[in-house]
């Protein structure tokens, strides 16, 4: 079983709707999980990372860490067309600092 | 803002030949990570640096790549001979170790066409 998990989509919405993204992980003592925005062709890029479990707001984006179901998800509000990006989870699993392992991605379409 | 700087963008080779990716960390950064993205898929990490030393690269297809990071500082990956398979995104990513749970940063990355 992959550490991390999400759905490769597409997920296509009217720009101002929340998108919602998640990732199941697959051990419960995971502790640490980052959200990544990749641009068609470019390198992923650090939105937000999260410990342990609840939320993590910044601006029009939140994290939620569920580990009695080992779920992490992304809402991102009032979405634009800006926000058309594949989005991926990453954890660096049980040891502490060490490489982070990716899901797979999920593609995300605002539609203006 | 700092970044990790890679080259080229773009590159590519036939099959058989052989090709080399250039990074440059974040200054600082005594960890370094090259990753392989193949279209639709996660980055895969191939191999890790911790200053000049190789942590992992027990995904590194060592027949074929090889990986250096000679004085701690910038690192070539090399592929020889390139097969089709290896086209890719080769992703360079790196981290000042203690704050690597918070996530690290990645470079734009080199992307491969082997024809």
């Known amino acids: 079983q992959k550490e991390v998990e999400q759905d490769p989509g597409p997920l296509s919405v009217p720009e101002g709707a929340i998108v919602s993204l998640n990732c199941t992980y697959s051990?419960?003592?995971?502790?640490?999980f980052m959200w990544y925005r990749q641009y068609s062709r470019k390198g992923p890029e650090l939105l937000m990372y999260?410990?342990?479990?609840g939320n993590k707001e910044d601006g029009r984006f939140t994290a939620q860490v569920d580990k009695s179901s080992k779920y992490i998800s992304l809402f991102i509000r009032d979405s634009q067309p800006s926000d058309s990006a594949t989005y991926l989870c990453?954890?660096?699993?049980?040891?502490?600092?060490?490489?982070?392992?990716f899901g797979g991605g999920t593609r995300v379409l605002v539609k203006p | 803002e700092a970044e990790v700087a890679q080259s080229p963008r773009y590159k590519i080779t036939e099959k058989s030949q052989a090709v080399a990716f250039w990074c440059d960390p974040i200054?600082?950064?005594?960890?370094l990570y090259w990753y392989r993205q193949i279209l639709g898929q996660g980055p895969e990490l191939l191999v890790q640096?911790?200053?000049?030393?190789?942590?992992?690269d027990s995904q590194l297809p060592k027949d074929r790549f090889s990986a250096e990071r000679l004085k701690g500082v910038d690192s070539t990956l090399k592929i020889q001979p390139a097969e089709l398979g290896d086209s890719a995104m080769y992703l360079c990513?790196?981290?000042?170790?203690?704050?690597?749970?918070?996530?690290?940063?990645f470079g734009s990355g080199t992307r491969l066409t082997v024809v």
């Open positions: 640096f911790q200053d000049e030393s190789v942590v992992d």
């Open positions: 051990n419960s003592a995971f502790q640490y």
């Open positions: 200054s600082g950064h005594a960890t």
């Open positions: 999260t410990y342990s479990s």
């Open positions: 990453a954890t660096p699993g049980l040891i502490a600092g060490n490489k982070l392992t």
């Open positions: 990513a790196s981290s000042n170790g203690q704050f690597a749970n918070y996530g690290y940063t």
